[in-house]
């Protein structure tokens, strides 16, 4: 059996383009932030895990997570350090190792931070790197991006079920006003339907407009055992749910293109260990990587009904407000995603908003929360839900 | 990409040579060596099943934002391309009109240069899709025909 572990500490750093900052500047940034947030010591932590998608290609450096807590000053302490890597769910599962680590009774407290400095390469290099996240030698390497493999995703849906091209725009619209609210967010200005619908093509259905910035930034929470959390902190969340799923890296391999198996392996598990269903969420954080990949999110966690993620969309629930508040913190369409970061910006959004600090983007009476952090094409997704104790 | 790594996928990227499961007869491109229906069963046995070549688009997209070393070909368009004998290949669509492309065209295996590694690199080959011509569905609208090569300044 194990035992139940909550969340006593969160930090964030700005997202964005953070020039004047470096991988290390940034990680360090947003550990001691959540160190502060919770008054717990260095010392006091048992274990240090960072997710961190591809700082080797972003940066030349390997070997984050000690250098994380070398330049934490905490490298006397000799903590063990551990990074974790699963693309765009990097973050997530670097979460779910430290909430494992204490579940198991290894660990009394424990740190998950995750991390991208991406802005140092140019552009090109970003795409590249991204490609990282597919299968190199059956789609990268005979032309098929990032951006490509979700648009291939996009169009089935919209074929199959009838998904406009304005449902998917809405998804951004909704996403930059919720961002609007964010004084952390990188694009923290609305934007209109129309401008998301003319912006350039970048591999057909998707526009620039439908996809995620390439972002600087860090996050960083504390984990404590539910029984000693609080001595750290009078708000303690409880972790009462993780999941995670996998599913065939080249999305060729698969029955299925309109939904993700990854989420739904993950969601079950979830729900089913937080005693939970859909209907009793009150606030959701999803990878929007891609405007689609928010409609395919919510479908996959029992929202509504398969295909049905468009409309909803439209019908504005998913805003906050609506009866499904999705991504209030701006998502990673306008929060930014600086990839590692994602999975712990995420479940450090629904902390602030189950603690009722969100401020002007609160969503009201929210009790219990959800996070979906997916990597690759949905290759590897990781939910968490959160419940304010 | 190392010499080495592209050489040893040869027969799969020249010839389009999957693997079919002996036990439940599934087919798998690219070859695996595990059947992911049979597993422990399949190991050891998997055999080289050559591909005919043949299919229709399952979904595509034209892409303006390129891979690095295919700018010269923007637009260009990927698909999935379900195959005849079931299982489904990540392919680039050529030969075609970009905004003619639609889902449910019937496309057949061609053999193209894939990419290079610069000016005095190696020059990588393998299977490219094209729309079937002749006696099958394809409106000819949608048809281009192969244009020299375009070189690099």
Known sequence: ?389 | MAVPRFWREQPQRYRLVGTECPKCKGVYFPPRSVCPTCRRASVGKMRPRQLAGRGKILTFTVVHQPADGFELQVPYVMAIVELDEGCRVMTQIVNADPGAVRSGLPVEACFRRIREDGKSGVIYYGYKFRPVRGKTATPPSVIVEAQPRRRRA
């Open chain 1, 1 to 389: 059996m194990s035992r139940p572990v909550a969340i006593v500490g969160i930090g964030l750093t700005r997202f964005g383009e953070r020039w004047e900052s470096s991988l290390r500047n940034l990680i360090t940034e947003a550990g001691l932030a959540a160190l502060q947030d919770c008054k717990v010591s260095g010392e006091e932590i048992d274990e240090l895990y960072v997710g961190s998608m591809s700082p080797g290609q972003f940066t030349n450096q390997e070997l984050v997570a000690p250098l994380v807590l070398d330049s934490a000053g905490l490298a006397d302490t000799h903590i063990p350090t551990t990074r974790v890597e699963g693309a765009g769910a990097s973050g997530g599962l670097a979460l779910r190792q430290a909430y494992l680590s204490i579940a198991s009774g290894h660990a009394d407290v424990a740190i998950a931070g995750g991390v991208e400095k991406m802005t140092d390469v140019p552009e090109k290099d970003v795409t590249r790197i991204l490609g990282a996240a597919s299968d190199q030698e059956w789609e990268a390497f005979i032309g098929a991006t990032d951006p490509a493999l979700h648009a291939l995703i996009a169009r089935r849906h919209m074929e199959k079920y009838g998904t406009s091209r304005e449902q998917l725009g809405l998804v951004a619209v909704k996403n930059h006003k919720h961002g609007s609210l964010n004084p952390n967010a990188q694009f923290q200005k609305e934007v209109s339907l129309e401008t998301v619908l003319q912006s350039p093509l970048i591999s057909d259905p998707l526009r620039v407009f439908d996809t995620a910035p390439a972002s600087d930034g860090a996050a960083a929470v504390v984990l404590a055992a539910l029984d000693v959390a609080e001595s750290y902190t009078d708000r303690p969340i409880r972790v009462s749910g993780s999941g995670q799923g996998s599913d065939y890296v080249s999305l060729a391999a698969r029955q299925t293109l309109t939904s993700f198996a990854a989420t739904k392996h993950a969601a079950e598990r979830a729900f089913a260990q937080a005693k939970a269903q859909p209907k009793d969420v009150d606030v959701v954080e999803i990878h929007d990587s891609y405007t689609i990949n928010e409609i395919l999110g919510i479908e996959d966690l029992g929202f509504c009904k398969p295909g049905a993620g468009g409309v909803l969309t439209e019908t504005g629930a998913t805003a906050i407000g609506g009866d499904l508040p999705v991504n209030p913190s701006g998502g990673l369409k306008a929060r930014g995603h600086p990839i590692g970061a994602t999975g712990i910006a995420q479940v450090a959004e629904l902390v602030s908003q189950l603690r009722g600090q969100a401020g002007s983007r609160q969503v009201r009476g929210a009790k219990r929360g959800l996070a979906l952090n997916t990597g690759g094409t949905g290759v590897v997704s990781v939910v968490h839900i959160l419940e304010a104790v």
